[in-house]
């Protein structure tokens, strides 16, 4: 594969993996290898201080860290702790969710796009988690942000990707990275969003939750290398009836 290009860093693995979740630190250690992540988000609000054996982790891995807004409701906590972040991890990458309630835990566009302004306007790189909804997405490339990272369904859910035809029309019009963030429950999905024309996938729960999380963290890693050769290997038509795959022109006659 081609290695995905983000704020100048090339990353040869095109799947990012939260960590959240995870029954311990060995697991997700083995779990993260078995992915071949070169990218992992940290919910900065949720780890707290605690997290110190888990940042240790990472660099031991030389796996970057993608600090996490996660938890964050409005557009001045988002902010907050992207500095917050900024200061602790020396990194202003930030992946920024804004989400509006517990219940959905689906992103707030007009809390999103006001921290996404602010955030770009203070030198950040960022990877903004947003609904599947193409006039969003739009409006935040045009905010600045360096990847656009609309959901399949909602976070820790499972369903997969509930709407491919927003999806397919986000990476047409998107001239800045398309992740496909959150909701996906098995590898299979993870080959249908880069099928669709995504860069990257992002997820969590699918792999930290699974009853093997190591084995689940190896099939994202084949299924998004798949996907990605197929998205770029030119899928023939679909045809209304069939046709048989050898031509018969030339055919003896019996
Ligand atoms: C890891 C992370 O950043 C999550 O907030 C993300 O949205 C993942 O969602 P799933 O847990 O549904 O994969």
Redesign the pocket.
Known sequence: MEPLVIDGVALSSRLIV?T?GAPSLEVLDEALRASGTELT?V?VRRYGSGAGGLYALLRERGIRLLP?T?GCRTAHDAVLTAELAREAFGTSWI?L?VVADDTTLLPDPVELLDAAERLVAEGFTVFA?TNDDPVTALRLEQLGVAAVMPLGAP???GLGILNPHNIELIVSRASVPVVL????GTASEAALAMELGCDAV?????VTRAHDPVRMAAAFRHAVEAGHLAAHAGRIPRRRHARASSETEGMAVL
């Open positions: 939260g959240g988000t919910a996490n996660a992946k969710e988690y976070i820790g859910t963030d959150a909701g996906l992002l997820l969590a729960t699918a």
